[in-house]
């Protein structure tokens, strides 16, 4: 198993670690701050630099077979350390916060738009979700004038859990129709955004709305019957 720090600190963008394994697959360490695919977030990429100066490009991270199994995937041509090895796990800041900044808005989207939410997916600079709705009833600029006001208005981010049978009492939390969160564990990851919006989910977000800055309704597209994607971007 891998101590998974972004959990408790997203804002970590490097950590000491130790390689425990590697394979075809890539490389696993005993703790890291790399956040492997999920949720609808990519992996994190970046680097691992060794004592002898080496440094080995990361091209992407994902989720093992095994609970808290990271699997940081070297870019091609990349040497393959020993297990035992000690590294520094760094990973690309820059691309990590406008996804955490991404995701964060993809929750204030959520409150914004009435509706079960049927897909979604963060990226780099944008992001959209789908939503079992009646296409009449999103307006393009109602929706981004909401999401800006609430963006400046700085509600605090934070992350808490509660148990898979508090969770079970309180279905509506869960606003995703074709993704349940895990369960199993005994503890639910939520994400609160404080007076807007409370939802399990194991990503990585901003600690104030603020810090999002401006954001664009791109488009909102016709995706079935009653499906509806809204796609949005950052404003600059």
């Not at 509706?115 to 979700?129: F, S």
């Not at 909401?146 to 969770?167: C, G, K, Q, T, Y």
């Amino acid at each position: 198993m891998t101590e998974l720090i972004f959990r408790d600190d997203a804002y970590l963008r490097s950590a000491t670690a130790r390689v425990i394994a590697v394979d075809g697959r890539g490389i696993r360490l005993d703790r890291t701050v790399f956040y492997p695919l999920g949720g609808g977030q990519p992996g994190d990429k970046g680097a691992l630099r060794l004592d002898t100066g080496e440094t080995i490009a990361i091209a992407d991270t994902l989720k093992g077979d095994l609970p808290d199994e990271v699997i940081h995937v070297p870019a091609p041509g990349m040497p393959l350390p020993e297990a035992g090895t000690a590294v520094l796990a760094e990973i690309d800041w820059e691309r990590r916060h406008r996804l955490m900044r991404m995701h964060t808005c993809l929750h204030l989207l959520c409150s914004v738009v009435p509706g079960a939410v049927t897909g979604g997916q963060v990226e780099d600079g944008k992001g959209r979700l789908d939503f079992d709705v009646p296409g009449s009833s999103l307006d393009k600029e109602e929706i981004g004038r909401r999401l800006n006001a609430l963006v400046a208005a700085a509600h605090p981010v934070r992350a808490l859990s509660i148990s898979d049978e508090e969770l079970a009492e309180k279905p509506d939390l869960v606003r995703t129709m074709r993704v349940q969160p895990p369960l199993g564990t005994g503890r639910v990851r939520l994400i609160e955004i404080l007076g807007v919006d409370l939802q399990p989910c194991g990503g990585t977000h901003v600690r104030t709305t603020a810090e999002i800055g401006p954001v664009l309704v791109a488009k909102i597209e016709n995706k079935g019957r009653q499906n509806r994607r809204v796609n949005l971007a950052f404003a600059g």
